[in-house]
């Protein structure tokens, strides 16, 4: 476990679940152990009756700078990649509860295409998505290339997926990345307030109403080992490898 996550059942909050990043002197990045973490706590609360809905938040200003660079580092240069990220990635897609997220200022990578699997998103005004990886010779993760052009069409998708453009909150609500745009102050309190709206609703009804709009997650599994492979041999290559090591020297 790491205390770069944590996980809280908030007494104001009944049923819901918060995973919260608690990493902000690294722009919560996110580690092996973190998305470890992670996948556990949604494991937990697929097993638990008691949790009806879960949400994820940052600190503020910060949602997650994405996956901590020294952990791709470490792979690219000859280390193994483990099973963490997929793990986490699978969970989240199959999770059974109600997700709800709660974005304040940088979402990056991962801090982007997390939102494409939840329920409900509140993003603050100053919040950035913004997805770098081809600009650092990888390529899309979390089956966003499969779930972004569904949601937001193909020339917003390429626009956040390929071309790296950086979409504002406003933007990201235009495109159905976001649910609604709230001040700074608010995200925390909106996104829970959503939950509990949730989590009383009857649990059987809900969970048959989200399966349905969510569909099957076959599809979602197989793109999200399918992209994992690609990016895997994209670490590995020298394009990365310069790609890297140009964005540390800007650093």
């Known amino acids: ?9 908030p007494q104001d909050a009944p049923g ?18 973190m998305y470890q973490a992670m ?6 609360a697929d097993a638990d009756e008691a949790v009806r809905a879960t949400v994820f938040l940052g600190s503020d200003g910060c949602f997650s700078a994405g996956n901590d660079l020294n952990d791709f580092m470490a792979f690219a240069m000859g280390g193994t990649m483990g099973r963490e990220v997929i793990d986490f990635l699978h969970a989240l897609a199959t999770h059974g509860k109600p997700l709800v997220s709660g974005v304040d200022g940088l979402a990056i990578g991962i801090g982007t295409t997390i939102h494409l699997h939840c329920d409900l998103t509140y ?14 010779a990888l390529v899309p993760e979390a089956a966003s290339s499969l779930l972004a052009p569904r949601l937001m069409g193909h020339q917003r998708a390429f626009a956040l997926l390929a071309a790296g453009d950086g979409f ?11 649910y609604a745009v709230v001040e700074p102050g608010a995200v925390e309190a909106e996104a829970l ?16 109403a989200r399966s349905l709009i969510r569909g099957d997650r076959a599809d979602v599994l197989a793109r999200i080992d399918e992209e994992a492979a690609h990016f895997a041999a994209q670490l590995k290559s020298a394009e990365a ?8 020297a800007r650093r």
Do not use: Q, W, Y
Not at 39 to 44: F, G, I, V
Not at 242 to 248: P, W
């Open 39 to 44: 996948t556990d706590a949604l494991k937990a």
């Open 241 to 248: 490898r310069a790609a890297f090591e140009a964005f540390i």
């Open 123 to 136: 993003a603050s005004a100053r919040t950035r998505f913004r997805t770098p990886f081809v600009d650092l």
């Open 193 to 208: 307030a959503a939950a509990c709206r949730l989590a009383a609703k009857p649990p059987k009804a809900l969970a048959i």
């Open 1 to 9: 476990m790491t205390d770069h996550i944590l996980i809280e059942r």
């Open 168 to 178: 504002s909150a406003d933007a990201a609500r235009e495109a159905g990345l976001v």
């Open 16 to 33: 819901v679940m918060v995973i919260r990043f608690n990493r902000a002197e690294k722009k919560n990045a996110i580690t092996r152990a």
